[in-house]
């Protein structure tokens, strides 16, 4: 089983088109892919065909068997897991990663968590092989609130893979080209890969879908298998 | 399931020296891509927030931190 | 009607009928006015039809019919009739009717043998091909069996054995060899045994081409020097008109010839027979123990155009910047290029005098530069980015490594290509020596430097004096200079810098001149054959190098030799003309085919005569001249980046080739001529003669199709590429791309689907560098389906650097320099050289000056109309309506 978190360093950063793109990127590959939507906003079924107004989610839900009714499948064939309206006050999204793990087929599945922007890292329960995606955008907030995402990090003992993810990268803006490139050879865990701005990531989620299907030849289309090659590399290389 | 992890994107990302390097060179030849150190000190001076951070964080010595095999 | 008219129409009146008289005058006006025959002419042949008729019914059906069958059987009798030149032509069509079998054959009828022979033909090809695969399914089993059979250990075990260490044995084994070998190629045959001794060797050799490996080359080239020494010592021994003096000298001048072109034979398969195909080594992955490395990119005259993308290319080579420092030494001494040098930040460094071209001022560079090492690159090779990572390691693998040098590639076509057309269909010349010949060298430890595109060690540079200064190519007599102080040379066959070829033929041939005249003062200042420091390997790749520019004459000579037999009848080879035919055409067949097989990749058959005979007369005098005294003559610069603007032919440089295949022409009508005049003793070895002479027809002719000077339309090159991209569009899609081609403002590519963008939309296209990605502002300048043209805007400094660095510099950027050729195949070349011939015949005609224009226009009139009194065998079928 193989879990990855994305998270927005903070919010605004793109990071439910990050997750819902690269869920349908892995599964081009036939994978199997499970998203577990951590995020009170519950957008991320709008990026994979839910219906605007379905609102129960895992979290009005007491226990993980009835949330399991919530699971829905895309027609790429991604499962899925809306958050819901929060209703039940007992649900923790601490507890739906733990019984993830025992839904039958979790082996060799891949499980995204799209993360709210406002819990930190460390407050989620992650095992060595566990991959966290910290999505950044380049500006000079992201430098100062990575550096301070490092310093946390360090302090606390990191133990996971944990990587920062630029999204939105616009290489006509001479900040952003020269922030890349002072993190690419100065910023420790700085993922080797950006995603680059595309109109199609956007437009897409008007059409409830996502830019991988909705336009096959574009940029966005190509970062998406670059990021989630680079994720099976990764993850080939926890197992060995 | 290793198709993907061998597969490279091919926009963009594609090195030309992954080129030459699978012509000539083979999976153990060391191409290092060198820094442009003298660019990015300019843009630390350019921008005094970056400034600020950069100098803040030599004073406190920091480690960097790296994951199991980064690249 | 007019008073003559009326006189005679009263007067016939009374001889005959109103009728008649009519159809007289009918008649008449007919002939005069619509068949143009003269006047007596249309007023008698009235009157002859009126005879006829008087025996012969000639109603309208039947003159119809005659006329049809008049028409059919001299089809080429032109309007109107009664003209000399178509009396000749009824009498000359009568007597062939006549003599000659005229089948009247439909059309149907003669595609239906048409087809039955080409089936005859192709029925036959069918059981050759089928013989042939035979056979080399045959070799290739045979030879397979001898390397895996188990038997084969015994073989392996006796070839490890440590016998061979024995010094004694190995020189006792080597003599013996050596003593075979001498038996072999001296033994007189007869002609029966020659001629089976031959066929088998070529039967050998013929099944050998399509069995990959080495041994299996070095059999075919074993079995080419075995061939090669008989026919030459075969040559010396039995051939030779002692009684002739005039056959004797010019005979002995072939010979010379011939041992010239069996030396540079043996010395090249020596040379090319085991390339060694040198990879590159991995630096440290500390950069802090890189070398410093200085770049040279001398400069004289050439535009700063020209020399702007290689400076900047230099800049962005992967090296660390304090460790790299970039000079243009400008011999010109120009503002703008100081100007540019402060712009983007290199060095730029003059001296007082121009002393010594390059070479002085490379030197003068030297005293005040301190790197440890030197990378030269001449004003237009455009570094690639991995230049200098995929070259330093050798230095720092072995300290006694003093050069690397690298491929002279070309983005533009040489004048060959241009004026031929054939850019990347067929290798250019230079692709012979970078691809193979200094491959083979670097075997030997004999590469030598080339100028441009390579690294130098400093230390070992002074330590000979700086770069040589006594002759015109300094590059190799430093090579040279350093070999002999000990040190080694290194060659890596991975293009990583690309330039722009001469622009026309004469500057090309005058770059080539000054190579041969630097060649020959080398060997007569510091030959290589003597004197210390080299090893007897080196001498010989030396050698080779060196004769190869003295070439001049015994190409001229091979190109005249048949016409002594023709115009002299100077027996220049004395033997019958079986003994020839079995001696020169196996030989000439087994070298071919086994040149094929070395080179076959870098250079096509029979290309390499046309290049040697573009050359041969301009090499001739400078070498000359050199090798007798070596400090005469002028060192003239090879111009580079100039434009030629119109089509033309460039009569000055093509005089040579020209009158030497007048020369040739006029042989062999003569030979015609005496094949059907002259004594038939002698038939067999004037067709030999004259099929030697109408290849060099062919041969020149492609010659002269060089100096067709074809127009340069760009001022900037277009180079093909194939790497991905991006374009971003206004309304913020992207579109993945391909770069086609590009260009140093522009760039061409491809789309995967149809896009629907328009000329003069504003586009941003995105192009990496390694894991940088850079943004350029572009419009649309042409568009079709599928394919894209942009050009840049707004092109500052920093954006120039980035494009520059995103196309010219890429690390694959010319890695393709070989990969469009395929293998020789050598009668699908000489078809090549062949139709090019034929163009230059065509352009000669085409570009003659107007002096000779109506001197042509008449000889071409007359010959068509003494083709057109010839009888024509009638084609249509017969129908009688």
Redesign the interface.
């Known amino acids: 089983m193989k879990k990855i978190f994305v998270k927005g360093i903070k919010g605004g950063t793109g990071t439910t088109s990050v997750v819902a793109n690269l869920a349908c990127a892995l599964r081009k590959s036939h994978e199997t892919v499970y998203v577990i939507d951590l995020d009170p906003k519950s957008d991320i079924g709008l990026h994979l065909g839910l219906a605007w107004d379905h609102l129960l989610g895992w979290s009005d839900y007491a226990d993980f068997a009835s949330a399991s009714e919530q699971f829905h499948q895309d027609n790429d064939g991604v499962t899925f897991l809306p958050y819901g309206s929060g209703s039940n006050t007992k649900s923790s999204f601490k507890d739906i990663i733990n019984h993830c793990q025992q839904l039958h087929d979790s082996d060799d599945a891949w499980f995204l968590f799209d993360c709210p922007a406002h819990i930190n890292a460390l407050e989620y329960p992650l095992d060595p092989e566990d991959i966290f995606l910290e999505v950044i955008n380049c500006d000079a907030i992201c430098h100062s609130l990575m550096y301070k995402q490092l310093n946390f990090l360090k302090q606390s003992g990191s133990s996971w893979q944990h990587y920062f993810l630029t999204n939105r990268f616009n290489s006509a803006s001479e900040l952003e080209s020269d922030l890349l490139q002072l993190w690419q050879s100065e910023l420790p865990l700085f993922a080797p890969l950006y995603i680059n701005k595309d109109e199609a990531i956007m437009e897409a989620t008007a059409f409830r879908n996502v830019a991988i299907n909705c336009a096959p030849y574009s940029v966005a289309n190509d970062d998406f298998e670059t990021l989630a090659g680079w994720l099976v590399s990764r993850a080939n290389n926890n197992e060995s | 399931m290793n198709d993907l992890a061998l597969k490279k994107s091919t926009v963009l990302t594609k090195n030309d020296i992954d080129n030459l390097l699978r012509q000539f060179g083979g999976k153990n030849q060391g191409y290092i891509e060198i820094v442009d150190v003298e660019k990015n000190r300019q843009t630390i001076d350019k921008y005094p927030l970056i400034k600020d951070i950069a100098l803040s964080i030599k004073d406190t010595q920091q480690d960097k931190l790296f994951n199991k095999s980064t690249y | 009607m007019k008073l003559p008219e009326r006189i005679i129409k009263t007067c016939l009146g009374f001889l005959f009928t109103k009728k008649i008289t009519r159809f007289v005058f009918f008649k008449f006006h007919g002939y005069f006015n619509q068949h143009k025959i003269s006047l007596l002419g249309a007023f008698i042949l009235p009157f002859l039809v009126l005879f006829l008729s008087l025996f012969i019914k000639l109603d309208k059906n039947r003159k119809n019919l005659i006329k049809q069958k008049l028409k059919y059987f001299y089809p080429h009798v032109t309007r109107p009739v009664v003209t000399p030149s178509n009396c000749v032509r009824i009498v000359l069509q009568s007597i062939y009717l006549a003599l000659f079998n005229t089948t009247t054959t439909s059309q149907a009828q003669i595609s239906y043998e048409q087809r039955k022979t080409w089936r005859k033909i192709k029925h036959s090809l069918r059981i050759l091909r089928l013989v042939d695969k035979k056979l080399v399914r045959a070799f290739k089993r045979l030879w397979l069996f001898a390397k895996t059979n188990p038997s084969a250990e015994s073989y392996q075990r006796i070839s490890k054995a440590e016998i061979w260490n024995n010094r004694i044995l190995k020189i006792a084994f080597f003599t013996i060899l050596i003593f075979a070998v001498a038996v072999f190629v001296t033994v007189p045959f007869s002609i029966e045994a020659q001629a089976v001794f031959i066929s088998l060797l070529l039967i050998v050799a013929y099944s050998l081409r399509r069995v990959e490996g080495q041994m299996a080359t070095i059999t075919m080239i074993t079995l080419a020097v075995t061939t090669s020494t008989r026919y030459l010592w075969w040559r010396y021994t039995d051939t030779l008109n002692w009684d002739d003096p005039v056959a004797l000298a010019l005979g002995i001048g072939l010979l010379l010839a011939e041992s010239y072109a069996w030396l540079v034979l043996i010395l090249g398969f020596f040379q090319t027979i085991n390339p060694l195909k040198r990879?590159?080594l991995?630096?440290n992955?500390d950069?802090s123990t890189w070398p410093t490395v200085d770049i040279y990119i001398p400069t004289y005259n050439e535009p700063l155009s020209v020399v702007k993308p290689t400076t900047i290319a230099a800049q962005s080579i992967?090296?660390?910047?304090d460790k790299l420092n970039i000079y243009i030494l400008d011999d010109g001494k120009r503002p703008e290029f100081a100007e540019f040098a402060r712009q983007i930040g290199v060095g730029y460094l003059t001296r007082s005098d121009n002393n010594h071209a390059k070479a002085g001022n490379m030197n003068q560079a030297m005293k005040v530069t301190q790197g440890e090492y030197i990378a030269i690159f001449d004003c237009d090779h455009i570094p690639a980015r991995?230049f200098l990572?995929?070259t330093m390691g050798q230095f720092l693998n072995d300290s006694k490594v003093c050069l690397v040098q690298t491929p002279h590639h070309f983005f533009s076509a040489d004048p060959f290509e241009r004026n031929l057309k054939n850019h990347r269909k067929i290798p250019n010349e230079n692709m012979l020596f970078y691809g193979l010949i200094q491959d083979g060298n670097d075997m030997w430890d004999a590469t030598f430097f080339c100028g441009s595109c390579a690294v130098l060690r400093r230390s070992a540079l002074e330590e000979i004096g700086g770069f040589a200064v006594e002759t015109v190519t300094e590059d190799a007599h430093t090579a040279l200079r350093m070999q002999r102080a000990g040190y080694k040379t290194t060659y890596i066959n991975?293009p990583q810098a690309a330039g722009l070829a001469t622009d026309s033929l004469s500057a090309h041939v005058g770059q080539r001149i000054r190579w041969a005249r630097g060649m020959a003062q080398i060997f007569r200042l510091d030959n290589p054959l003597f004197g210390k420091g080299l090893n007897i390997a080196q001498r010989l790749c030396y050698l080779n190098a060196m004769l190869h520019f003295l070439s001049g004459i015994p190409r001229i000579v091979f190109l005249t030799a048949p016409l002594a037999l023709i115009y002299f009848n100077a027996q220049i080879i004395y033997a019958p003309f079986v003994a020839i035919f079995l001696y020169i055409v196996p030989t000439l067949l087994q070298v071919k085919i086994t040149n094929s097989r070395i080179q076959g990749k870098y250079r096509y058959s029979f290309w390499g005569e046309v290049y040697e005979s573009v050359l041969a007369w301009y090499i001739l005098k400078p070498t000359t001249v050199a090798l007798i005294n070596p400090n005469k003559g002028k060192f003239n610069v090879t111009e580079k980046g100039g434009l030629n603007d119109t089509d033309h032919y460039d009569w000055t440089i093509s005089r040579p080739y020209i009158i030497l295949l007048l020369i040739n022409v006029i042989g062999m009508t003569y030979g015609v001529f005496r094949l059907f005049f002259g004594d038939t003793s002698q038939i067999g070895v004037l067709i030999i003669s004259m099929l030697w002479a109408s290849y060099n027809v062919i041969i020149l002719g492609a010659a002269v199709a060089v100096a067709a000077e074809a127009k340069q339309v760009r001022s900037s090159h277009r180079i093909k590429a194939n790497?991905?991209?991006?374009i971003?569009l206004a309304?913020?899609?992207?579109?993945?791309v391909k770069i086609t081609d590009y260009s140093d403002n522009g760039v061409g590519l491809e789309?995967?689907?149809s896009h629907l963008c328009r000329v003069n939309d504003k586009v941003?296209l995105?192009?990496?560098?390694?894991?940088?990605?850079?943004?350029f502002?572009t419009y649309i300048c042409n568009t079709r389906d599928k394919q894209l043209g942009l050009t840049l805007r707004d092109l500052d400094l920093e954006k120039q650097k980035a494009f520059i660095q995103c196309t010219f510099s890429?690390?694959?950027?010319w890695?393709d320099w070989q990969e469009n050729f395929k293998h020789d195949k050598p009668s699908y070349s000489f078809s090549n050289v062949f139709y090019t011939s034929l163009r230059g015949f065509k352009n000669l005609i085409f570009h003659a000056p107007n002096e000779l224009r109506p001197v042509i226009v008449f000889v071409s009139q007359v010959l068509y109309f003494v083709a057109s009194l010839l009888p024509k065998k009638p084609t249509k079928a017969f129908k009688p309506s």
Not at chain 3, 318 to 321: F, K, L, S
Not at chain 3, 731 to 736: C, D, F, L, P
Request: charged share 25%; net charge positive; glycine share 4%.
């Open positions: 990879k590159p991995p630096l992955e950069t992967d090296w660390p910047a991995s990572q995929m991975i790497f991905p991209a991006a971003r309304n913020g899609h992207t579109i993945k789309t995967e689907h941003e995105l192009m990496s560098r390694g894991f940088k990605q850079y943004s502002a890429r690390a694959d950027a890695l």
